[in-house]
């Protein structure tokens, strides 16, 4: 085989995990989604936690329940020796990094999904190559449904040659296309990103703040992390992102985002809002043939924004036309609108045999108060389908209808994710398109229909308010979330600065900050990112 499973870690000092942990869950957005939400804690949601082995007879690849602060019956163990429902077993013995790992994941004091329903816990080497090889540069995954839609792999497979890579990648997409299985997998430390983190369907983690990797993939230049988290390694910013997916996994089958469950509740809409909910850094950038940034992806991961979007429920396109293959395709000039400026949708582009479909989302993005700027994010999401090499291909593009011109696009011919960003949207109305290529199936195109979710997010600058009389404070919104207080002593040559604030807490649904009841002039403003 030649492929060796490694942790997606290089150290860790424990002696700060616990602060660390607290912080991370107030950056991430789980505090605020908290404070808004009831019970939103992973319930219902089975989750697999693979782990690479330590070469110990028996391996070490276990979590202990009592280390991570959850009862036995929460675990099963699977070794190529067998499985296990008790905690000490014969298969294995504990390892600090799956402890660590799940601490993060779903631990009732550090974790972002506390409360899933079962925990598989597997030796990383029998879950990828455990029913046998069949060949140089094949795994082999479960031969059967699982049943765990969200599986945390804090691997991967080291550099690997371009062949092994797409090997890989081709498992691990034709079992997600196949059974709906969610794969959250580390984009590694250092280099380029490395499998399982380069597959198409997945959701290929970086950290923020450490040493991650970095895209493109080494087959063909595709834009992998697919987003970031807080950590030193990727080992521990991989299931923050997994316990995420499991909270809105939860929400989507509880009916937080509307009565069709089954679409709030698909992989890819489950990727699309995680990916649109994301807080960009400072220096994020992306250009129109590469949706993402090469080293964050779309962001680091805000679980607060993707569930507000989520709950903004579904919405389905306006308009749908057809142009012959590579026409023009502005605006067509149809009534109505999107109801909302924050939701998703799940739904199907059909090209023809010589003609591509757009599907067109309009939007009246308005204020009463002139002058006043919108962002906008928007994601496109689709599976590269079972058994096939290549993707459909599908475009995003954004249109001022006014005078049709071109905002901005995302016109990847290698992703299957596409992604745009405008941090300064003037008023006005807009068209949203989903793009298909038509052609010839197993020609130009791989089918004639294919399945996409789409999140979208158009969102005025939150703004401070102060009251409180003899004991002040700054409140606003708390979404959208990745906002940062600044204070100035002046307008002319301000100085900003976080200095002499207080921390920022939670009440009413709005963040705030108490203030000092001084005569000294301060004035304060929000800037974004939070970062």
Same mark, same amino acid.
């Given at each position: 085989m030649g492929l060796k499973i490694v942790f997606a870690s290089i150290f860790i000092f424990f002696a700060c995990l616990l602060t660390l942990h607290s912080q991370t869950l107030d950056q991430i957005g789980v505090t605020a989604l908290r404070a808004v939400t009831t019970n939103l804690n992973g319930s219902g949601i089975r989750v697999a936690q693979p782990e690479a082995e330590v070469s110990t007879n028996p391996p070490s690849f276990e979590v202990d329940p009592a280390n991570v602060g959850q009862s036995t019956n929460l675990f099963t163990y699977i070794s190529s020796a067998g499985s296990a429902t008790v905690y000490p077993n014969s298969l294995g013995?504990?390892?600090? #990094?799956?402890?660590?790992?799940?601490?993060?994941?779903? @631990?009732?004091?550090?974790?972002?999904?506390?409360?899933?329903?079962?925990?598989?816990?597997?030796?990383?080497?029998?879950?990828?190559?455990g029913n046998g090889v069949t060949g140089n540069d094949i795994i082999n995954l479960p031969a059967t449904n699982i049943n765990d839609p969200v599986v945390n792999q804090s691997f991967t497979f080291g550099s690997v040659s371009t062949n092994d890579q797409k090997s890989i990648d081709m498992a691990y997409d034709n079992y997600a296309a196949q059974y709906g299985t969610l794969f959250v997998s580390a984009a590694n430390n250092g280099g380029p990103v490395s499998p399982p983190g380069t597959s198409y369907n997945c959701i290929s983690v970086g950290d923020y703040g450490g040493s991650s990797s970095y895209g493109p993939t080494l087959d063909n230049g595709r834009a992998k992390p697919d987003i970031t988290a807080p950590a030193q390694e990727t080992s521990f910013s991989t299931p923050q992102v997994a316990g995420a997916a499991a909270l809105l996994m939860q929400a989507a089958l509880r009916g937080d985002g509307g009565n069709d469950t089954n679409s709030a509740y698909d992989i890819r809409t489950i990727k699309a809002l995680l990916l649109n909910g994301a807080v960009k850094p400072a220096d994020w950038t992306n250009n129109a043939p590469s949706p993402l940034d090469t080293r964050y992806g779309a962001g680091v991961l805000n679980v607060l924004n993707a569930y507000e979007q989520l709950a903004g429920g579904k919405h389905g396109?306006?308009?749908?036309?057809?142009? $012959?293959? @590579?026409?023009? #395709?502005?605006? *067509?000039?149809?009534?109505?609108?999107? &109801?909302? +400026? $924050?939701?998703?949708?799940?739904?199907?582009?059909?090209?023809?045999? %010589?003609?591509?479909? /757009?599907?067109?989302?309009?939007?009246?993005?308005?204020?009463?108060?002139?002058?006043?700027?919108?962002?906008?994010? &928007?994601?496109?999401?689709?599976?590269?389908? !079972?058994?096939?090499?290549?993707?459909?291909?599908?475009?995003?593009?954004?249109?001022?209808?006014?005078?049709?011109?071109?905002?901005?696009? $995302?016109?990847?011919?290698?992703?299957?994710?596409?992604?745009?960003?405008?941090?300064?949207?003037? !008023?006005?109305?807009?068209?949203? !398109?989903?793009?298909?290529?038509?052609?010839?199936?197993?020609?130009?195109?791989?089918?004639?229909?294919?399945?996409?979710?789409?999140?979208?997010?158009?969102?005025?600058?939150?703004? +401070?308010?102060? @009251? @409180?009389?003899?004991?002040?404070?700054?409140?606003?919104?708390?979404?959208?979330?990745?906002?940062? /207080?600044?204070?100035?002593?002046?307008?002319?040559?301000?100085?900003?600065?976080? %200095?002499?604030?207080?921390?920022?807490?939670?009440?009413?649904? $709005?963040?705030?900050?108490?203030?000092?009841?001084? *005569?000294?002039? !301060?004035?304060?403003? +929000?800037?974004?990112?939070?970062?």
């Open positions: 013995t504990n390892s600090w #990094h799956a402890e660590d790992v799940g601490d993060l994941f779903y @631990g009732p004091a550090s974790g972002v999904a506390t409360n899933v329903a079962h925990v598989d816990n597997y030796d990383a080497n029998y879950f990828v190559q396109f306006v308009a749908s036309t057809t142009v $012959s293959t @590579g026409a023009a #395709h502005p605006p *067509n000039g149809a009534t109505g609108g999107i &109801a909302v +400026l $924050s939701g998703w949708d799940f739904n199907t582009n059909s090209s023809g045999t %010589n003609s591509d479909t /757009v599907n067109h989302y309009y939007f009246n993005v308005t204020n009463p108060l002139a002058g006043v700027e919108f962002s906008g994010t &928007a994601t496109l999401v689709w599976n590269r389908q !079972q058994n096939q090499s290549d993707i459909n291909s599908l475009n995003l593009f954004l249109y001022n209808c006014a005078n049709s011109n071109l905002i901005t696009c $995302s016109t990847s011919m290698v992703d299957n994710v596409e992604h745009i960003y405008v941090p300064q949207l003037t !008023q006005g109305r807009y068209d949203l !398109q989903v793009w298909k290529a038509g052609g010839i199936p197993g020609f130009s195109i791989v089918s004639a229909a294919e399945p996409y979710a789409l999140a979208f997010e158009f969102v005025l600058q939150p703004t +401070l308010a102060i @009251g @409180g009389g003899a004991n002040p404070m700054l409140t606003w919104p708390l979404y959208p979330a990745g906002f940062l /207080v600044e204070t100035a002593t002046n307008l002319i040559s301000p100085a900003w600065t976080t %200095n002499n604030l207080q921390a920022s807490g939670i009440t009413n649904g $709005s963040n705030y900050i108490l203030l000092n009841a001084d *005569n000294a002039n !301060q004035f304060f403003r +929000l800037r974004k990112p939070n970062l």
